[in-house]
């Protein structure tokens, strides 16, 4: 059952196409014949935000279907840049395990790892009208993202909240069944 959408995935520091869950996902959504994109944004363990929003605008630009946004960890924030600057109309926004609005989180990891991602805080009254429903998945035990940054994010957004219990960062292969099951009942 193929869907109208184009869902754009944006992994998180250091992922790719390759690891985490987006493997056992990729599986699945061929299966579906679900459209999708999963871009490996460059940078590695130093990336940029400006960079990252430019590979994002060329993938989601080569398609005319509406769109899908899926952000993980650094993803989350990576989406919500890409909204503020780019404006596009989004059917939908899921962030699993996401950062809040907060300046402070430029230094995670050191400071030295992403802060070009946190230099401003966004507007988010900006980008509220620009997606029709947001969603935040994020587990209780998360150990790299505390579970109230994804509390904050989903009442800044006015987002459904999904909570889980002992997922932690939620970037586990396992978790692909979790975030499908969602997709699915969201999106179809």
């Known amino acids: 059952m193929s869907l109208p959408f184009k869902i ?17 996902i990729s599986q699945e959504l061929n299966k579906l014949s679900w459209d999708y994109a999963i871009p490996d944004l460059p940078g590695g363990k130093r990336p940029h935000a400006k960079k990252w929003l430019k590979v994002l605008h060329q993938t989601i630009a080569a398609s005319d ?14 989406v ?41 805080q966004i507007n988010i009254n900006n980008i509220k009208p620009l997606v029709k429903q947001f969603f935040v998945l994020h587990s209780r035990d998360d150990s790299s993202i505390p579970y109230e940054q994804g509390v904050e994010i989903a009442k800044d957004l006015n987002a459904k909240l999904l909570t889980y219990e002992n997922r932690d960062h939620l970037f586990e292969p396992e978790n692909a069944a979790i975030i499908l099951e969602v997709l699915k009942r969201e999106l179809t």
Not at 94 to 117: H, K, S, T, V
């Open 8 to 24: 754009v995935f944006v992994h998180g520091y250091t992922a790719s196409h390759l690891v985490n869950w987006y493997p056992k």
């Open 65 to 78: 279907k509406p769109l899908v946004l899926v952000g993980h960890s650094l993803g989350t924030r990576a």
């Open 80 to 120: 919500l840049l890409y909204l503020e600057k780019y404006r596009p109309k989004v059917e939908q926004v899921f962030l699993i395990a996401a950062l809040a609005n907060r300046l402070e989180n430029a230094q995670r990891r050191g400071g030295g790892a992403y802060p070009d991602f946190f230099d401003h």
